[in-house]
């Protein structure tokens, strides 16, 4: 039976959000008033799963995918975008752009030249790996609220460590005049709002939240680049359908069929598992990611190149169609 991708389930993702956005309060909640830090400890670690199932729904919405309704879709990304806490329009043009730049030398986190700083890129997965990746989201958000003219600043993006972890490659776009700034502004200001508020209400040290967000971070950190790490490079192929437990595909709504999305950029996740190819090579999770600690290899295969067509894909049917549309 052939399986209608172009449907979106709305009415199931709405469910999927309320029941995630309620679990990961009461988890916040559960962290800042247990005595015992072992117990704080198990909470958190409940926060960082769940909080990973909103970053899935996060990753819908850029796409397009939770809704067939543009506000709809673009209100429960901004919400999503504040448990991460980052904003929506940010983070469609940071991981869209992924899209375009999967596995190209821009973003070979796992691989190396010979001209290249070993001990930078050993540095570089060894952030990703310990989550200290997960505050550069937050950082950027802060200064580009702050002072956005930073983002154009010679010193500020063109360094080694800013070329080699792909951060000057991301970054461009929000110096570009016709990037939204105001609307990512108020969304910076949004997701703030909403921090501040779960902090305030929930009666959380500033401590209690950081466990609970660098728990959640390690979860998150272990798989973004673990499901691209020394698969095909290839923009379009260059990823893995991991075999790991339901419980899992469950939990991450489906992001480990990652090959399948970056094949099918917007399709939703409630039909990846239903679009393999039965000769996809399918590795466990964990055997990717213990080799990601023993740090990158040599460079095997050239810099691929992106196609037309698949560069209209990518933004077809996202709230920064336009703004693509300007920039191609």
């Known amino acids: 039976m052939k399986v209608n991708t172009n449907h979106k389930p709305t009415v199931l993702n709405l469910f ?17 008033h247990e005595t015992s830090w072992g117990i704080k400890f198990l909470w958190a670690i409940a926060f960082g799963l769940i909080n990973n199932t ?11 995918a939770f809704s067939k309704n543009r506000n709809v879709n673009d209100w429960f990304g901004r919400i999503s975008a504040a448990f991460f806490p980052t904003s929506f329009t940010m983070q469609q043009i940071f991981h869209l752009g992924h899209h ?12 190396f030249y010979p001209t290249d700083n070993i001990w930078m890129k ?11 990746y997960w505050p550069s989201s937050p950082f950027a958000n802060l200064v580009f609220l702050v002072c956005p003219w930073l983002f154009k600043e010679e010193k500020f993006r063109k360094n080694d460590l800013m070329a080699k972890s792909s951060f000057d490659d991301m970054l ?16 910076i200001l949004f997701s703030i709002t909403i921090q501040v508020g779960l902090i305030y209400f929930l009666n959380i040290s500033l401590g209690e939240w950081f466990l609970a967000y660098w728990t959640f971070a390690i979860l998150w950190s272990s798989l ?25 595909h469950l939990i991450w709504l489906n992001y480990h069929y990652h090959l399948n999305h970056h094949r099918h950029p917007n399709v939703s996740w409630y039909y990846l598992s239903k679009i393999s190819k039965e000769d996809d090579p399918n590795p466990s999770f964990w055997e990717i990611y213990f080799k990601l600690w023993k740090g990158p290899t040599p460079v095997t295969e050239e810099n691929p190149a992106l196609t037309d067509n698949f560069h209209k894909e990518i933004y077809e049917g996202t709230s920064i169609h336009d703004y693509k549309e300007q920039q191609s």
Not at 54 to 59: D, K, N, V
Not at 100 to 111: G, V
């Open 54 to 64: 909103i970053f899935s729904l996060l990753h819908e919405s850029v796409h397009s």
């Open 100 to 111: 375009k730049r999967n596995r190209t030398d821009a973003e070979l986190f796992d691989q």
């Open 172 to 187: 461009t776009g929000l110096d570009r005049k016709s990037a939204p700034h105001f609307k990512m502004r108020l969304e």
């Open 16 to 32: 999927v959000a309320a029941f995630s956005y309620s679990c990961a309060i009461f988890f916040l909640y559960k962290v800042s």
């Open 224 to 248: 973004q680049y673990t499901d691209h790490a020394w698969s095909k490079r290839d923009i379009r192929e260059g990823a893995w359908n991991f075999k790991v437990s339901k419980l899992t």
């Open 122 to 132: 050993r540095f570089i997965i060894y952030t990703l790996l310990t989550g200290f």
